[in-house]
Protein backbone atom coordinates (compact mmCIF):
# COMPACT_ATOMS: atom_id res chain seq x y z
CA UNK A 1 0.00 0.00 0.00
CA UNK A 2 1.33 3.52 -1.28
CA UNK A 3 -0.33 6.67 0.86
CA UNK A 4 -0.18 10.26 -0.69
CA UNK A 5 -0.92 13.21 1.72
CA UNK A 6 -2.11 16.52 0.13
CA UNK A 7 -4.12 19.27 1.07
CA UNK A 8 -1.68 21.12 3.97
CA UNK A 9 -1.31 24.62 3.65
CA UNK A 10 -1.43 27.94 5.55
CA UNK A 11 -4.86 28.79 7.25
CA UNK A 12 -5.86 31.49 9.86
CA UNK A 13 -6.68 30.42 13.52
CA UNK A 14 -10.47 29.62 13.53
CA UNK A 15 -10.49 28.61 9.75
CA UNK A 16 -10.80 25.13 8.07
CA UNK A 17 -8.70 23.25 6.26
CA UNK A 18 -9.25 19.40 4.21
CA UNK A 19 -6.30 17.28 4.23
CA UNK A 20 -6.31 14.14 1.94
CA UNK A 21 -4.56 10.94 1.47
CA UNK A 22 -4.90 8.72 -1.50
CA UNK A 23 -4.22 4.93 -1.03
CA UNK A 24 -2.58 3.07 -3.90
CA UNK A 25 -2.78 -0.91 -3.31
CA UNK A 26 -5.77 -2.88 -2.11
CA UNK A 27 -7.45 -1.73 1.08
CA UNK A 28 -9.43 -4.51 2.95
CA UNK A 29 -11.92 -4.67 5.12
CA UNK A 30 -9.94 -5.42 8.63
CA UNK A 31 -7.61 -2.37 7.68
CA UNK A 32 -7.86 0.79 9.79
CA UNK A 33 -6.58 4.04 8.13
CA UNK A 34 -5.40 7.16 10.66
CA UNK A 35 -4.28 10.46 10.54
CA UNK A 36 -1.21 11.34 12.68
CA UNK A 37 0.58 14.66 13.32
CA UNK A 38 3.68 15.19 14.40
CA UNK A 39 5.76 18.80 15.65
CA UNK A 40 9.51 19.24 15.38
CA UNK A 41 11.59 16.88 18.00
CA UNK A 42 8.11 15.55 19.45
CA UNK A 43 6.93 11.84 18.44
CA UNK A 44 4.08 11.21 16.03
CA UNK A 45 0.60 12.00 17.66
CA UNK A 46 -3.00 10.00 17.01
CA UNK A 47 -5.41 12.70 15.57
CA UNK A 48 -8.51 10.34 14.48
CA UNK A 49 -8.65 6.84 12.46
CA UNK A 50 -11.69 5.26 10.35
CA UNK A 51 -12.16 1.42 9.96
CA UNK A 52 -12.22 0.82 6.23
CA UNK A 53 -15.38 -1.78 6.25
CA UNK A 54 -17.94 -0.06 8.09
CA UNK A 55 -16.50 3.62 8.53
CA UNK A 56 -16.28 3.80 12.31
CA UNK A 57 -14.52 6.45 13.14
CA UNK A 58 -12.40 7.40 16.45
CA UNK A 59 -11.22 10.92 17.46
CA UNK A 60 -8.46 11.80 20.08
CA UNK A 61 -9.24 14.46 22.23
CA UNK A 62 -7.80 17.74 20.66
CA UNK A 63 -9.88 16.96 17.52
CA UNK A 64 -13.11 15.99 18.60
CA UNK A 65 -15.83 18.22 18.04
CA UNK A 66 -13.47 20.07 15.10
CA UNK A 67 -12.63 17.35 13.08
CA UNK A 68 -13.78 14.57 10.58
CA UNK A 69 -12.24 11.97 9.50
CA UNK A 70 -14.07 10.47 6.06
CA UNK A 71 -12.94 7.62 3.66
CA UNK A 72 -13.85 7.44 0.24
CA UNK A 73 -14.11 3.35 -1.04
CA UNK A 74 -14.36 3.53 -4.19
CA UNK A 75 -11.75 5.82 -4.73
CA UNK A 76 -9.82 4.55 -2.06
CA UNK A 77 -9.84 7.61 -0.45
CA UNK A 78 -9.31 9.17 3.52
CA UNK A 79 -9.89 12.64 4.02
CA UNK A 80 -9.78 14.82 7.38
CA UNK A 81 -11.81 18.04 7.27
CA UNK A 82 -10.35 20.53 10.10
CA UNK A 83 -12.23 23.12 11.28
CA UNK A 84 -12.18 25.62 13.88
CA UNK A 85 -8.05 25.36 13.73
CA UNK A 86 -6.08 26.30 16.26
CA UNK A 87 -2.42 27.54 16.61
CA UNK A 88 -1.58 24.36 18.47
CA UNK A 89 -3.01 22.23 15.60
CA UNK A 90 0.31 23.20 13.28
CA UNK A 91 1.47 20.09 12.15
CA UNK A 92 3.36 17.86 9.41
CA UNK A 93 -0.02 15.57 9.08
CA UNK A 94 0.67 11.83 8.40
CA UNK A 95 -1.80 9.00 7.04
CA UNK A 96 -1.26 5.62 8.21
CA UNK A 97 -2.96 2.18 7.21
CA UNK A 98 -2.98 -0.32 10.45
CA UNK A 99 -3.83 -3.75 8.97
CA UNK A 100 -4.83 -4.91 11.98
CA UNK A 101 -6.69 -8.39 13.05
CA UNK A 102 -10.57 -8.15 12.52
CA UNK A 103 -12.53 -6.76 15.22
CA UNK A 104 -9.18 -4.99 16.62
CA UNK A 105 -9.65 -1.22 18.12
CA UNK A 106 -8.20 1.49 15.96
CA UNK A 107 -5.19 1.69 17.41
CA UNK A 108 -3.71 5.37 18.93
CA UNK A 109 0.34 3.58 18.54
CA UNK A 110 2.55 4.61 15.73
CA UNK A 111 4.25 1.90 16.22
CA UNK A 112 1.24 -0.17 14.95
CA UNK A 113 0.68 1.26 11.89
CA UNK A 114 2.24 -0.57 8.84
CA UNK A 115 2.26 1.83 5.89
CA UNK A 116 2.98 5.20 6.10
CA UNK A 117 2.66 8.34 3.66
CA UNK A 118 4.72 11.41 3.82
CA UNK A 119 3.53 13.89 5.62
CA UNK A 120 1.57 17.40 4.56
CA UNK A 121 2.01 20.72 6.59
CA UNK A 122 -0.61 22.57 8.17
CA UNK A 123 0.36 25.60 9.75
CA UNK A 124 -2.47 27.70 11.80
CA UNK A 125 -1.70 31.65 12.55
CA UNK A 126 -2.57 33.55 14.99
Known amino acids: VQLQASGGGLVQAGGSLRVSCAASGQIYSNYAVAWFRQTPGKERVFVAG????????FYADSAKGRFTISRDAAENMVYLQMNSLKPEDTADYYC????????????????????WGQGTLVTVSS
Open 96 to 115: AVHVRERAAPVSALATDYDY
Open 50 to 57: ITWRNGRR
